[in-house]
């Protein structure tokens, strides 16, 4: 398991990350204009339009990433970490819209051909994309193994997407110079257009997961459990729910003590329970209600009636 930054040092590296994507994005977007132009490529244009896309949602992901860092205040007592959920969610919209676009833009390059010309300068141009891509990669992953940021691992994942694209279009634009393939440029810009689509659903999924409140994977929850029920004294629990708010893992479950233990004393386990948790993850929320062994009351483990694993 990856060190957790503490929040200051994850809040500047958070930073640093949207910084680097931004200019990434607008220097690719230079270049690719470049390309596209001294080109007719289509595919080289397909990927001048993810790029694009990029710009805005790297900018979405910076405003979304200064928001969520906001302390929580009286109206948002939880914070604002679902801002960077939410900011993953519009980045899905936008990457679509440019999928469908690109898709079109394909589909009529196929009943209308374009010969290519240069495509010496689109194999340069791709193969400097290719480089700034993968740099940029390499710093986001180190960035979201240490802070769960679910805007970077957004952003992250479609720049990792873009490495099989520029490989892609490097590979068709060689085609084409040597073979005369003229269809391979406008099948690679449908293919990276279908691509485009996939992976905006995907983001959109997670994204909605963590805006719906769906539980954490289950490996987590049996490792909190284990913990819960490793410690002495301690009868059982129920009631147990967990979310990730944003990058922050939240855990609430009733603990059920001996009803005979004075309320220090039921203070005292219930603190050992929570300080365990935080220690294995991390700027976690914990919020436990302690419970008589024994006692009877309506339950959401009733409600859930024995359906789910935890």
Not at 204 to 219: C, P, Q, R, T, Y
Not at 225 to 246: A, V
Request: glycine content about 4%.
């Amino acid at each position: 398991m990856s060190e957790i930054w503490n929040n200051k040092k994850s809040e500047t590296n958070k930073k640093r990350a949207v910084y680097a994507s931004v200019f990434v994005s607008v220097a690719l977007c230079f270049i690719k204009t470049f390309g596209a132009l001294s080109t007719g490529s289509l595919a080289i244009f397909s990927s001048l339009v993810d790029s694009l896309s990029d710009i805005v949602a790297s900018t979405i992901s910076f405003v979304a990433v200064k928001f969520s860092l906001k302390p929580a205040d009286c109206n948002y007592r939880y914070g604002y970490f679902k801002a960077e959920s939410l900011s993953a969610f519009v980045q899905s919209v936008f990457i679509a819209s440019s999928g469908l676009f690109v898709l079109y833009s394909g589909i009529n390059r196929f009943i209308h051909p374009t010969v290519l010309e240069k495509t010496n300068i689109g194999l340069i141009i791709m193969l400097i994309s290719l480089l700034l891509t993968i740099g940029l990669i390499i710093f986001q992953n180190y960035v979201a193994k240490h802070t769960h940021s679910p805007a970077i691992k957004a952003d992250m994942g479609h720049y990792a997407s873009d490495i099989l694209t520029n490989i892609g279009i490097i590979f068709s634009l060689f085609l084409v110079q040597t073979f005369h393939l003229a269809w391979l440029d406008p099948f690679m810009a449908v293919l990276i257009a279908l691509y485009l689509i996939f992976y905006a659903f995907q983001i959109a999924k997670e994204a909605l997961f963590s805006l719906l409140d769906k539980e954490l994977d289950l490996d987590i929850r049996k490792h909190v459990i284990q913990l819960i029920l490793q410690t002495p004294d301690i009868k059982g629990y129920h009631d147990f729910r967990s979310r990730d708010m944003g990058g922050v893992y939240y855990f609430e479950f009733h603990l059920e003590l001996d009803g005979n233990l004075s309320l220090l004393e039921a203070h005292r386990l219930t603190d050992i329970v929570e300080q365990k948790i935080k220690s294995a993850y991390p700027k976690s929320q914990v919020l436990i209600h302690e419970d008589p062994y024994g006692i009877k009351e309506e339950r959401l483990d009733d409600t859930l009636n024995g359906k789910c694993p935890i």
